[in-house]
């Protein structure tokens, strides 16, 4: 990435964590709602969404996080919204791939400002916080969504 666009990429950034869109907002009518939690940096977000004929018809999001992760679930929603579940689900697997893997970026449209993360590995759990989180909303999980953690098949112990 050349010097001009990473200023111009950080500049989006800031913007989005200064206005974070769709934030904060519970859809009225949501359907779908999901919190997750990166304890890495405390990022803690709530994503709901209102699914309506297998599309995302409103979404919005609750919490607080650092800049780069209200700035992706900022990204996130405008990026989503009106899209069918399966466009976001795979949106969602792109935008991972780049994030975590540093994928390829085509296609992406907006959310090429997030490309440069990668080069921070403490960033970039909570750049995919939001995109964790959303995925556990599409599913209907009701479980706090972690970056530090597997699906916890036991969270709490029987007779507690
Ligand atoms: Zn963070």
């Given at each position: ?19 974070p869109?769709?934030?904060p907002?519970n ?5 779908h ?48 919204a ?6 976001t689900?795979?949106l ?20 090429r ?13 909570c ?29 709490q112990?029987?007779?507690?």
């Amino acid at each position: 990435m050349n010097p001009d666009d990473r200023a111009l990429y950080e500049e989006v950034i800031l913007e989005h964590n200064r206005n974070p869109r769709n934030y904060p907002k519970n859809p009225r009518g949501a359907t779908h709602h999901a919190h997750g939690f990166n304890p890495l940096c405390n990022d803690e977000i709530t994503v709901h969404l209102k699914i309506a004929d297998d599309a995302i018809r409103d979404i919005g999001f609750e919490g607080s996080g650092c800049a780069i992760c209200m700035a992706s679930a900022s990204l996130m929603t405008e990026a989503v919204a009106g899209k069918s579940v399966a466009e976001t689900e795979a949106l969602i697997d792109k935008t991972h791939r780049m994030l975590a893997e540093n994928g390829p970026s085509e296609g992406l449209g907006k959310l090429r400002v997030l490309e440069g993360v990668h080069a921070f590995p403490m960033r970039v759990k909570c750049a995919t916080l939001p995109w964790h989180t959303l995925r556990a909303a599409l599913r209907g999980g009701t479980e706090t969504v972690s970056t530090e953690a597997e699906t916890p098949s036991c969270p709490q112990p029987a007779g507690q």
